[in-house]
Each structure stands twice: as structure tokens, then as C-alpha cells.
């Protein structure tokens, strides 16, 4: 029998819009040690203005924090914001993004589930609504005076502005707060294999499907959730390590690995980290 043409724009090639996902980044940085009181004014918006090298507060590419931490002082009752600004002009900045007041445990590493997206450019900083009843350790001493914190009094809402040019300032210092960031998969062009035709039948046949496991998002899942998200992607659940706090039933995933957005072959394992939930502050008084 007569073999039957494909089309040529099939025979000669065809593609696809296929997304890679980049590596997760550490915006910020966290003290070092359980770290001085250095906030005591009631609520304020800080943000780091000036670095003398290391760690940057400015999101290096679009994305979505995932999760935020800040590493407490000693003593009940402290409770701080993220804040996320996107420059407008000059000194002044937008408030695209927030969490909190979150009430945090003395003397660890505290950290909170997020999902805020952000783009490149903006800022992470912190709101510590209340220094002035309970003093908290929003900044921390660097030994460089390079490294510049600016602090404007009050509690700006999401979508309004706000000008650092009359804040007062702190040489010396880091804001004590760094979050993790998912970047947005870059779309790329990728061939793929043009379907075949019968030789003897001239009928097409499309390439059998190869199955995959397509890592989902899991930041902000209980443990039984994320669980059903990779079976439905076709993966397994792998190592699940529980921070301070974190119970099977109550914690929430922080992080994982591989990222969401990567191909692996079906029943791929992924790793997980669960957290506490948090209960919010009191809010600012």
C-alpha cells in the first residue's frame, strides 16, 4: 500500500515550551549567635539600605518566598514582621508583601512558612511591632560600618508607600531575617520527537508517553497533603525531617528537595522538612 505524507512542517521538527527550575536562594542573613537587643522604639519598618559585602537583602530574580527566619533573644513575648518593598524611586518603596506579627521562641532560630511572590529588585526587611512592651533582636551588630540599617517609625499597610530619607539610620548593623527563595522556572525551547509513520499502513503513530515525575510545589503543606501532591505527580515521599517543634500531624513543609518544577522518572523520592505552625502576635501596640 501507498504510504501516506505527514505534513512537512511535522516531519522537519516541532517543539515545546519546557520549564527548568533553578536552585533554591538565601536572600538575607540571620545573627550569628543569640543575638543583643538592639530594637526597643515600638513598631518600626526596617530595611537594610547599605551592605559591606556578604549576604544581599535584594531579591536577585523573580520568584516566591517560601519561608522566612529570624533568630530570636532571649525572653517571652517578642514578635516581628517580614516586610517585602519594591523600590518606587529614590528612597521611597512600596510594601508588596507581609507576615506576621509572629510571635517567636526565645533563643532559636525561628521560621515561618510563606508564600509571597516577589520580582527582582525588591527587598526583605522587618517590622518589630512590639519593641517598646518586649524588646526584640530585629538588627544585629556587624563589624563593618558598611553595613547600614534605615528604620522609619509605624507599620506601613500592603500597597502603600513609604520614604526612608528622614529614617534614622544605624551603621554597623544587619536586619536579622533571611528568607528562602523558589525562582520562577525560565521557559525554554526544547525539540521534540515529530510523530512516525507507518511505512506499510501509512497511518501516524505518536510516541508513547515516557511516565515522569513532575516535582510539585509543597511550601506551606501538612505532612498528609504533601504526601498526596506527589502521588498525584507521580513521585514518593522520601526523607521527612522535623525542625524543633514539628509534629507529623501539625507541621508544615519549609522546604524540599528537589525543587517543584523538576522532571525525574516516575517514583522519584522527595525530601521534605516540616516546621511548627506559628501563632500570630497580638498585633502592633
Request: proline share 9%; net charge positive.
Amino acid at each position: 500500500m501507498r504510504r501516506v505524507p505527514l505534513f512537512l512542517a511535522v516531519m522537519l521538527a516541532s517543539f515545546c515550551l519546557c520549564a527548568s527550575a533553578d536552585a533554591d536562594v538565601t536572600v538575607g542573613e540571620v545573627a550569628p549567635q543569640t543575638p543583643e537587643f538592639l530594637c526597643n522604639l515600638g513598631p518600626t519598618d526596617a530595611i537594610q539600605v547599605a551592605t559591606a559585602g556578604g549576604a544581599s537583602y535584594v531579591v536577585p530574580q523573580a520568584g516566591t518566598l517560601t519561608s522566612w527566619s529570624t533568630a530570636a533573644g532571649p525572653g517571652a513575648g517578642q514578635a516581628v514582621s517580614l516586610k517585602v518593598y519594591r523600590p518606587v524611586s529614590g528612597t521611597t518603596y512600596s510594601v508588596v508583601g507581609q507576615d506576621g506579627p509572629r510571635t517567636l521562641t526565645p533563643s532559636v532560630l525561628d521560621s515561618f512558612p510563606i508564600d509571597i511572590p516577589v520580582q527582582a529588585g525588591d527587598v526583605i526587611g522587618l517590622n518589630d511591632g512590639e519593641a517598646a512592651i518586649v524588646h526584640d533582636a530585629c538588627q544585629f551588630y556587624t563589624a563593618s560600618l558598611g553595613d547600614v540599617v534605615a528604620g522609619l517609625p509605624g507599620d506601613t499597610a500592603d500597597g502603600s508607600q513609604l520614604n526612608f530619607e528622614a529614617s534614622v539610620t544605624r551603621g554597623g548593623a544587619r536586619i536579622n531575617v533571611s528568607a528562602n527563595l523558589q525562582p520562577t522556572p525560565p521557559i525554554v525551547v526544547t525539540p521534540v520527537v515529530p510523530i512516525s509513520s507507518s511505512p506499510i499502513t501509512g497511518a501516524t503513530t505518536p510516541s508513547a508517553p515516557v511516565p515522569q515525575c513532575l516535582v510539585p510545589r509543597l511550601g506551606a503543606k501538612k505532612l498528609a497533603a504533601a504526601r498526596k501532591a506527589l502521588k498525584s505527580a507521580d513521585c514518593k515521599l522520601g526523607r521527612v525531617t522535623k525542625l524543633k517543634g514539628a509534629t507529623a500531624k501539625s507541621g508544615l513543609v519549609v522546604s524540599q528537595n528537589p525543587q517543584s518544577g523538576k522532571k525525574l522518572t516516575a517514583g522519584s523520592k522527595v525530601a521534605i522538612k516540616l516546621a511548627p505552625p506559628r501563632i500570630s502576635g497580638m498585633g502592633n501596640r
